[in-house]
């Protein structure tokens, strides 16, 4: 992130933006952190779904259920 993206933020003229963008990848949950977190709030058939593609490993989706 800080050898591609910080940069061409910075060249774009918007590079806190793209400042922020990092702390908030670098403070996110991870994808099984994230679906402990909705069971801890009390959903339940929690489950995580990797989109396939070059985003493996970073975009998913969740799927539960809350009664």
Do not use: E, K
């Not at 779904?49 to 998913?60: A, E, K, S, V």
């Amino acid at each position: 992130m800080n050898g591609l993206v910080v940069p061409w933020g910075r060249l774009n003229g918007d590079a806190s933006l793209y400042g922020h963008s990092r702390r908030s990848v670098l403070d996110f949950d991870t994808a099984s952190g994230c679906a402990r977190r909705l069971g801890r709030a009390g959903f339940t058939q929690v489950h995580t779904l990797p989109l396939p593609g070059w985003q493996t490993g970073i975009t998913h989706t969740f799927t539960a259920l809350r009664r």
